[in-house]
Structure formats: structure tokens, C-alpha cells
């Protein structure tokens, strides 16, 4: 897909139900793309489960996932935004795009449709079909001319890859590497030795030790929520060890809103179905020691949420105990990646993961954008500088508790 050049045509074409069609939203040569904006799940549906069918998607981009943020998690009075683009010369459609547009301190802001339960940022791509850097800004170009005014365009976590296919938006010359990584573990081998081939030797023998320590109060088993039961009582245990957890750390988990207990519960329930979902509880006797959300797409086992309780055993780790076991799991069930998520903790390097950086783009298209985008790159250096310390790190970490005990 050789673009050479491009022209961008000003927008024509009379709106239609649920979207609103370009006749020229971009301009190419050798071909156009045309940019439809959809207000509505319902008008896009049939197209976005088509692409999750026979194209390229990410488990944070599923129909259902997404239809639960839509429903659920988005703030009062945003906007949804999903762009269609389509090869004008043919007909066919290339991606869906979905973004938000909302309201914040004065400024209005484009985003991710995530609301903060989407690791990843990446558009359902209609078929595997390599994309070039001209055609990603051809596309971006086109994408562009349908979405409504706004302040500022904030997309963060775009990985460089969807399933093997280059990511679009990380092609974008607007796209700049973020402070996010994102870790990962390829799946293959003899399940019983995947641990001691890929982790650190030390890490090895600690592993070990810390799950003898596990038996030593009872049968250890690794436990799916296969049925609905099953699904609210290890979902519930999950939710109060995280929580008891964070409370204990002095930090603030979006488990904490209401709302997003339902969205993860529910999700989790609807995915029963086809397995799209699925948690897991670690229990040691009669105790549920550890809990695991997790996402399934495309022979990938994604590790989202997890909860412990390292009161019941001491010494010993629960959570990488679950990590572990679900990492054989899922090689004898023919999974081939196992995702670490989003974030630098050690224990990921240990596991033997390897880790990529994640993009972002960030465009201000108004002095106001301009203005709210410099203080975020401020505070995200702060943020940097403070993590980046481990005693400044720790004394705001005391600090925040305190703060948050007097506040309780």
C-alpha cells in the first residue's frame, strides 16, 4: 500500500442515520479515504463485529468490552466517537477507531474510549493487511476531518503491534514514545519446566519455596470460575483483597468506584459464554489467597486485575504463586502469549518477561490544549523523578497514606 502523496479535500456529504459520511475526507493518490463518525454502538455493530471476526483486534477493543465502557463507565455528558474509515475507492472498510470526546477543568479533550479498564489503544483493523506511514496519516487525516472541535487529542498505551500487524496509530509522526511499558512472556516448551527455563534462578528457587509454604496450609489449587457462582464468589474475594491491599498501601484503585465493580463483574459473567473473560482464584485449604482477571483473545491470556491476601500464609507470595500457575495454565490450554499488562514491577523481569514501550499522542489544537497538555508533561516528569527515588518515593507514599487516614 505505496502512498506517495496526499491532498486533503475539504468535507463534503450530507449526514446519514447514525454517523456522519464524507464524501472527501481525505484524498489520495491512486485512492481516497472516506471517514464516517458514528455517535452510536448500535449503527457500527455490525461492522465491528465483523472486523473482530475476521480482522484484527485487541481483547480491550471487543464488542462487549467496549459496549460495557459505553454503557457503564463513561462520564456524564461525553461523547461517544467511533470513526469509521473505508477505502472510497472500493468500498471496503479499513479500521474503527474509538474515542470519546469529554469535559475536564474547562477543556475539552478527545481520548480513548477506555475510561481506564483498557490497557491498550489500538483500532479494529478490517483485515491483516500491512499498513505504510503514509496510509496511517492518510487514514489519521481522514479520521480528523469528522471528529468535532476540542481543545486536545490525548491518546496514551498504542502498542507498536496488533497481533503481528503493525499499529497505525503508532506510525503517526504525532506518536511519541510514553513512560508506559507493557511485559510479556511467549508460551512454549514443556508446561512443567516454563517457569525454571525462563525465570532467574533466584527468582526459581524462591518461587518454589514460597509455594511449599502455600501447601503447608492445605491442598494449593488453582481454581476457574466456570459457572456464574463461581464468577461472583471468587470476583468478590478478588475485589476485597485488592482492596484491603490498597488501603494498607496508602493508594487509590479504581476499584474503589461502584461502577466499576459492576462493569468488571458483569463483563466477567457475559464472558462465560466464549471464555472472552476469565478469573481465577488461588486457595490454599479453605482460604482464597490470591485472585486473577484476565482477558483471552487470539491464543493471548491477558493478566489485568489481581488481589492477595498475604496475611493467611506468611512469607510467602501469593500473587506470583497465581501468576506462575497461570502462566502453565495457560500453555497446556494452547495459549502461545501470556501479557503482564501494563507497568515496570520487578517481579515481570523475573518471570523472564520481555518488555516494550508503549506510544501516545498527544495533539493540541487550541492555546488552551496547549496550555493543559504542558502542565500534564510537567507533572508526568514529576511523577518520573519521584519513582525514579525510592526514599522520596517512599516518604510520598507515607505521606498519601496519612493523608488518606485522616481523610477516613
Avoid at 495533539?363 to 496550555?371: D, F, I, Q, R, V
Wanted: charged fraction near 20%; aromatic fraction near 6%; include cysteine.
Amino acid at each position: 500500500m505505496s502512498i506517495p502523496t496526499m491532498t486533503i479535500a475539504p468535507a463534503t456529504g450530507a449526514p446519514t442515520p447514525g454517523g456522519q459520511a464524507l464524501g472527501h475526507g481525505a484524498s489520495i493518490a491512486h485512492g481516497v479515504y472516506t471517514a464516517r463518525l458514528h455517535t452510536s454502538l448500535d449503527t457500527v455493530m455490525p461492522l465491528w463485529l465483523r472486523c473482530q471476526a475476521e480482522g484484527v483486534c485487541t481483547a480491550h477493543q471487543s464488542y462487549a468490552w467496549v459496549e460495557g465502557i459505553a454503557k457503564r463507565l463513561m462520564p456524564e455528558g461525553a461523547e461517544l466517537l467511533v470513526v469509521e474509515v473505508t477505502d472510497a475507492g472500493t468500498g471496503e472498510p479499513k479500521m474503527l477507531m474509538p474515542l470519546m470526546r469529554s469535559s475536564r477543568f474547562g477543556h475539552r479533550v478527545i481520548e480513548w474510549l477506555s475510561c481506564g479498564v483498557c490497557d491498550y489503544s489500538a483500532p479494529l483493523l478490517a483485515d491483516r493487511s500491512p499498513w505504510t506511514r503514509q496510509a496511517a496519516e492518510a487514514a489519521w487525516a481522514a479520521i480528523r476531518s469528522v471528529l468535532p472541535p476540542a481543545d486536545r487529542i490525548h491518546v496514551t498505551g498504542i502498542p507498536r503491534e496488533i497481533h503481528g500487524v503493525g499499529n497505525p496509530l503508532a506510525m503517526l509522526a504525532s506518536a511519541a514514545d510514553s513512560s508506559l511499558i507493557t511485559s510479556g512472556l511467549v508460551l512454549e516448551g514443556d508446561p512443567e519446566t516454563l517457569i525454571k527455563r525462563h525465570g532467574r534462578p533466584s527468582f526459581v528457587k524462591t518461587f518454589n519455596k514460597d509455594w511449599r509454604r502455600l501447601e503447608r496450609h492445605g491442598s494449593v489449587d488453582l481454581v476457574e470460575a466456570n459457572t456464574p457462582a463461581l464468577v461472583e464468589l471468587i470476583f468478590g474475594a478478588l475485589v476485597e483483597m485488592r482492596l484491603r491491599r490498597f488501603r494498607q498501601l496508602g493508594r487509590f484503585d479504581l476499584l474503589a468506584q461502584p461502577a466499576v465493580v459492576d462493569f468488571y463483574r458483569n463483563a466477567a459473567l457475559q464472558g462465560l459464554a466464549d471464555g472472552s473473560v476469565r478469573v481465577f482464584g488461588l486457595r490454599a485449604g479453605e482460604d482464597w489467597v490470591a485472585g486473577q482477571y484476565t482477558l483471552a483473545r487470539q491464543g493471548t491470556l491477558h493478566a489485568l486485575l489481581i488481589g492477595i491476601d498475604q496475611d493467611v500464609v506468611v512469607n510467602a507470595s501469593p500473587g506470583l504463586a497465581i501468576i506462575g500457575r497461570l502462566m502453565e495454565w495457560a500453555l497446556r490450554q494452547g495459549f502461545v502469549y501470556f501479557d503482564l499488562s501494563v507497568g515496570s514491577q520487578p517481579y515481570k523481569e523475573q518471570f523472564g518477561a520481555e518488555s516494550s514501550v508503549l506510544a501516545k499522542i498527544d495533539e493540541t489544537l487550541t492555546p488552551l490544549g496547549k496550555g493543559v497538555a504542558a502542565v500534564a508533561a510537567l507533572r508526568e516528569r514529576a511523577e518520573l523523578f519521584v519513582r525514579s527515588n525510592p526514599r522520596l518515593f517512599k516518604a510520598g507514599q507515607g505521606l498519601v497514606r496519612g493523608l488518606r487516614r485522616l481523610k477516613n
